[in-house]
């Protein structure tokens, strides 16, 4: 069975500083890897994926994660965060043999401090 | 294009009360799932539609819980009665099934269980 672990429950960054979200999956195989993000009150928002190819995915609102094989890792990263960065991230699994089933992670709660 | 909308947005009833939440997909995706979300975790799937047919709802708690998609289009979860630890967020989401399991979200249904 798959599974994913964000090992930080709760992150605070300074504004302009960078900023890392670690995700560690468990699955048989190569899995779909997601990254969400959710405001309060909001829906989640897809950051960015990763299928195959190049491991290092570009997403949108300047965030990039690395796919690392090896570690069974899918960190984001973001250089240099704003204020509007400030939500929970949830870091997804997909199983190439069972669509539309994402494995959540339990989330991590970005605040962001002037 | 329109997000997927979900109605209501929030909700308050005493235990062992009925309550259904509404679910209009992105135009055009055929497959449509429903998801739970526990405070302080990530969404589970509840519930996933190919146009009319329930094609995963293995975790549906079929005793209290239902759901319908006529047409293919629209969708409704129904819990009934409700416990309290039906308190959560109901997430509607849907895809393209070719989309390889990139889920466009709504921004939820909050269910308070008093």
């Known amino acids: 069975a798959q599974s994913v672990t964000q090992p930080d429950i709760h992150i605070t960054v300074s504004e302009g500083a960078s900023l890392e979200l670690r995700c560690n999956y468990s699955?048989?195989?190569?899995?779909?890897l997601f990254w969400y993000v959710q405001s309060p009150g909001q829906g989640l928002q897809l950051l960015l994926k990763?299928?195959?190819?190049?491991?290092l995915v570009q997403g949108i609102k300047g965030f990039e994660a690395e796919f690392k094989r090896s570690q069974s890792s899918f960190n984001l990263r973001k250089p240099s965060v704003h204020w509007s960065d400030a939500a929970e991230y949830f870091c997804?699994?997909?199983?190439?043999?069972?669509?539309?089933?994402?494995?959540f992670g339990a989330g991590t709660q970005v605040v962001v401090t002037p | 294009e329109a997000g997927v909308v979900q109605s209501p947005r929030y909700k308050i009833i005493e235990k062992k009360q009925p309550v259904a939440f509404w679910c209009n997909p992105i135009s055009g995706h055929n497959t449509l799932y429903w998801y739970r979300q526990n405070l302080g975790q990530g969404p589970e799937l509840l519930i996933r539609?190919?146009?009319?047919?329930?094609?995963?709802d293995s975790q549906l708690p079929k005793d209290r819980f239902s759901a319908e998609r006529l047409k293919g289009v629209d969708s409704t979860l129904k819990i009934q009665p409700a416990e309290l630890g039906d308190s959560a967020v109901y997430l509607c989401?849907?895809?393209?099934?070719?989309?390889?399991?990139?889920?466009?979200f709504g921004a939820g249904s909050r269910l308070t269980v008093l």
């Open positions: 699955y048989g195989a190569t899995p779909y």
């Open positions: 990763y299928f195959s190819g190049d491991t």
């Open positions: 539609y190919e146009n009319e047919e329930a094609v995963d």
């Open positions: 989401a849907s895809s393209l099934i070719t989309g390889a399991n990139v889920l466009t």
């Open positions: 997804a699994v997909g199983a190439t043999d069972s669509w539309g089933k994402l494995q």
